[in-house]
């Protein structure tokens, strides 16, 4: 089947209110995209320029230092200690992963995507680029019998929301009576905010207690971009069915989707450190703790957005009325309609931004009030 034509970029519908916001006598704060603007943390970046003689190829499945860094990471940081190297795999960031993963696994024309009903948009055009149907849904009795693909995402983008044992192993048990591939997208999870995950790990699908022993059709992904501020390194990995993590690594050995080895060498040291972590949690803490009630004083009610990198908002009328008194104030979001069509009334703002510029956001909305 023939690529069929793709929607628009979405954020480009954004140029006229960035441009609006940006005549603010104090400046734009753009809480939009969401790529961060902290630094690199230096251990990672001498890692980075410690192996810049890259004169060989670089490892489709990682170097051995790497497989290794990715396992115990997951022993350490999620509660899952018994995958091996054969169970890992790393990739030029997550999201041409998200995008590529229903054609690598063979899901096409007349078969069934399902994603979350507010959802980042690269799980509906992975589904169109492989000719499948993308179908939103936050049911397991919703997902119809020819779903081949599940995609969760917990925390979730654009919401927060973070799916519990209980609700995971519901959707496996769900994706398994369909013989369909389920996987996790987790890249927020070490950013829990509210009860009970401010002080429990959020958890994964590979945990034991969602799976058992059981892997089978069951991936994890992760990236670093944003508790390590490595957006613009592309470092993420998939982890989890060996079956399936051994048809991914002969389609990109194929293909080329091989992580620079400079990128390879900083991921260790990334992972390796947990300190570096903590500190940029608590950077987004912060802000969030200064954001939050400026909206709320602004009329925004927040939804969700119980862990991750946003906070999920309305006002209670359409989100590009949202978004445009947002731009009057210099302020920059998203809106709702980008994440699907439930969530209408919705706009997502991010916590990457500076805390003078987060500071100027709070204090024009609470201005506004």
Same mark, same amino acid.
């Given at each position: ?240 069915? #060996?079956?399936?993590? *051994?048809?991914?690594?002969?389609? +990109?050995?194929? /293909? !080329? &989707?091989? $992580?620079? @080895? ?31 009630? #400026?909206?709320?004083? *602004?009329?925004?009610?927040?939804? +969700?957005?119980? /862990? !991750? &990198?946003? $906070?999920? @908002? ?44 987060? /500071? ?10």
């Amino acid at each position: 089947m023939a690529l069929q034509p793709l929607p628009d970029y979405p954020w480009d519908q954004m140029a006229p209110f960035a441009a609006r916001a940006k005549q603010h006598s104090d400046g734009i704060v753009d809480l939009s995209i969401g790529s961060p603007v902290d630094a690199t943390p230096d251990l990672i970046r001498r890692a980075l320029a410690d192996a810049t003689d890259a004169h060989a190829y670089p490892t489709t499945a990682g170097t051995p230092a790497l497989q290794d860094a990715i396992v115990g990471w997951y022993a350490e940081r999620r509660g899952v200690s018994t995958l091996t190297p054969a169970n890992v795999l790393p990739t030029i960031g997550s999201k041409e992963l998200v995008a590529l993963l229903p054609f690598m696994l063979g899901v096409g024309e007349g078969d069934v995507i399902v994603h979350p009903r507010a959802a980042y948009p690269t799980y509906a055009i992975g589904a169109a680029l492989a000719g499948a149907e993308a179908f939103p849904s936050d049911d397991p009795a919703e997902w119809p019998a020819n779903t081949k693909l599940v995609w969760l995402n917990s925390p979730g983008n654009p919401d927060g929301r973070v799916l519990s044992v209980d609700e995971l192993r519901a959707a496996v048990e769900r994706a398994r009576e369909l013989g369909a591939t389920i996987v996790s997208d987790e890249c927020y999870a070490e950013l829990g905010w509210d009860a009970p995950w401010d002080v429990e790990a959020i958890p994964s699908i590979l945990d034991p207690r969602v799976i058992g022993d059981d892997r089978r059709n069951v991936l994890s992904v992760y990236s670093l971009s944003k508790q390590s501020n490595l957006a613009g390194y592309r470092a993420a990995f998939v982890a989890g069915c #060996a079956t399936l993590i *051994a048809r991914l690594l002969t389609v +990109r050995k194929h /293909a !080329g &989707l091989m $992580l620079p @080895a400079p990128l390879q060498q900083a991921m260790v040291t990334a992972l390796g450190d947990h300190e570096h972590v903590a500190e940029q949690r608590e950077r987004y803490r912060v802000r969030r703790d200064i954001l939050r009630p #400026a909206l709320e004083r *602004a009329g925004f009610r927040i939804d +969700r957005s119980e /862990a !991750g &990198l946003y $906070l999920w @908002a309305t006002e209670g009328r359409d989100a590009w009325q949202s978004i445009e008194r947002l731009a009057d104030l210099g302020i920059l979001s998203g809106p709702g309609h980008f994440y699907g069509e439930f969530y209408p009334e919705h706009v997502r703002l991010s916590l990457t931004a500076t805390d003078e510029r987060i /500071a100027a956001a709070a204090e024009r909305l609470s201005a506004s009030a």
